[in-house]
């Protein structure tokens, strides 16, 4: 999937979120912290990079996820996107929804309840350059 392709990581995937440069640096510090439990998966966070002043921050989040098997990759691009949905909700309340982003981000929840639980209104998600739809 990557350009860069790794013999030891054959499956890859970059993953860029629409997220502002704050909300990127908390989401950032929140998953980084814990590492991947597989030797198996590789997480690189490509942007945003720690901050430092002479850096200019862009609104988004970039992460790469390189694994050994593509049921690795599956595996790990799914748990990132569940730990996401949790620092996401987080930030919403402790913020307001208004600070995430876009209006409509949380529209409506993945089991038919209002509030905090899908990306319902989630737009802008990019997969390898590409516009998720």
């Not at 002043?53 to 609104?59: C, K, R, W």
């Amino acid at each position: 999937m990557g350009d860069k392709a790794d013999p030891k990581f054959p499956h890859s995937i970059t993953l860029t979120l629409p997220i502002p440069p704050r909300h990127a640096l908390i989401i950032r510090r929140a998953i980084e912290i814990d590492p991947e439990i597989s030797p198996l998966v590789s997480r690189t966070f490509l942007y945003p990079p720690h901050p430092s002043p002479s850096a200019p921050l862009h609104p988004r989040l970039e992460v790469t996820y390189a694994a050994t098997t593509a049921r690795m990759l599956r595996v790990s691009v799914n748990a990132f996107f569940s730990q996401l949905a949790v620092v996401l909700s987080g930030l919403a309340e402790l913020d307001g929804e208004e600070t995430i982003g876009r209006e409509g981000w949380w529209e409506e929840g993945v089991d038919g309840r209002e509030g905090r639980e899908g990306w319902g209104g989630v737009q802008g998600l990019m997969v390898e350059g590409k516009e998720a739809r």
